[in-house]
Every structure is written in C-alpha cells, then in structure tokens.
C-alpha cells in the first residue's frame, strides 16, 4: 500500500541554521508534491508545489527538491527563525486524484 | 473571500449522539474535502466532492458517518450517533481541481464523551 514518512521526531535547529525535513513514499509514483505548514489550533497552510519533472523548487527561504528515483522530497527552511516553528506536512498527487498526505514533522526554532 | 469557513469551531457532545458539521468553500472552487486529524492516524481523507459530486468515499470511517453537498456552496458531515473514538479535529478543504493547492478551513474540535 501507498506509504508517506515524515520524521515523526520534533526537529530542534537554532535561529539562524537551515532546517531539512524529509518526506519519503513507497509504492506511489506522484505526479508532483506539496509541502504545508499547519500552526496549533489551525488548518494546513500551502507552501511550495513541485512536479515530478522538476529537481528543485524556492519561493524566499523555502527551497524544496523531489528525487523521484530515491522516492524522497526535502524541505529546506534558511536563516531559520522562531516564527517557522510549526508542523510541516508533505502532500502527494496525481492528477485527477486527492492528494495523500503524510503526518508531518515539528519543527522548532529556538532564539 | 473570507476562506474557507467551518462551524462549529468546537463541538462537546454525549456518545449517541448526532453531530453535523457544516463547511462553507471559497467561491469558485470546483473540489471540496472532509479530513479527520488526530495525533495517532494524521490527516485523514474522509470524502471529497468535485462539482458537488461525491468522487471518493473510501475514507469514511463506517455507516456511522456521511456527507453532503447539496449545492456549490455548502457541505455537511453527519456522524449518527457518535462515539468517543470520534473524537477528533475534522477539516474541510477545497481548491480548485482535485490534485490543485488545497485551501483548510480553521477545523471543528469535536469531542464525544
């Protein structure tokens, strides 16, 4: 069966430092790959979208990559601040099809 | 456009009980999805409507739970009777095309005691 992992352990990096989390998926060839930020008390937020046929993506200090060989997407936050402490889920898709999220992984951003 | 709106934000009710949850989508989004997180299972596809049609609801717990979407702007959850193990943060989502950016609503906290 389709299977999505994110780190289930919380992620501690100090202020300044890049962060990376990890999304790996077996039995599932996506289409392309979400990442969304989710705050306590609040529904996930989009981030970045990349497709199969792209290597790499950014959007201001997100920089996220999809190997479709290793099965595996990373999630890069630089010059990481308190504010981007939250739980990070990543989402798997195809077209025509909802997508399949993993469970997410915390991360916090200590001053 | 005021997002996605839910209601209630918070629902305390008695096992047997029936709960409805309601959802608003943001206007002209085509797909509309229900979710159930909970620490233990994640975020968990319930159903998912396009054009108020319901595509798949494999991800319904049991008979117990169902789901509406009488017209483009508005969609129910029912679960009759509720049980404690329903107890859980249920999301309603909705974007553009099935696969698009999926836009959260603030989700309803139920509690089944």
């Known amino acids: 069966s389709q299977k999505i992992e994110q780190n289930s352990e919380a992620l501690n990096i100090q202020e300044g430092k890049t962060a990376t989390l990890t999304c790996n998926y077996t039995?599932?060839?996506?289409?392309?790959l979400q990442w969304y930020r989710q705050d306590p008390g609040r529904g996930p937020v989009f981030l970045l979208l990349i497709r199969e046929n792209e290597k790499e993506k950014r959007k201001e200090r997100l920089k996220v990559t999809f190997d479709t060989t290793l099965k595996q997407s990373l999630f890069h936050i630089t010059a990481s601040q308190p504010a981007d402490s939250a739980t990070y889920l990543c989402a798997l898709g195809n077209s025509g099809y909802a997508l399949n999220f993993g469970k997410g992984t915390s991360l916090l951003v200590t001053p | 456009d005021a997002g996605v709106i839910q209601s209630p934000r918070h629902e305390v009710t008695e096992m047997g009980q029936e709960v409805t949850l309601r959802c608003k989508p943001i206007s002209g989004h085509n797909s509309l999805f229900w979710y159930r997180q909970t620490m233990m299972r994640g975020l968990e596809l319930l159903i998912y409507?396009?054009?108020?049609?319901?595509?798949?609801d494999s991800g319904m717990p049991e008979d117990r739970f169902s789901a509406k979407m009488p017209n483009a702007s508005f969609s129910t959850l029912k679960i009759q009777p509720s049980e404690p193990r329903d107890s859980a943060v249920y999301f309603c989502?909705?974007?553009f095309g099935t696969g698009d950016e999926q836009y959260f609503g603030p989700g309803t906290r139920l509690t089944v005691t």
């Open positions: 409507f396009n054009n108020n049609v319901p595509i798949d």
């Open positions: 989502a909705s974007s």
């Open positions: 039995n599932y060839s996506p289409a392309y």
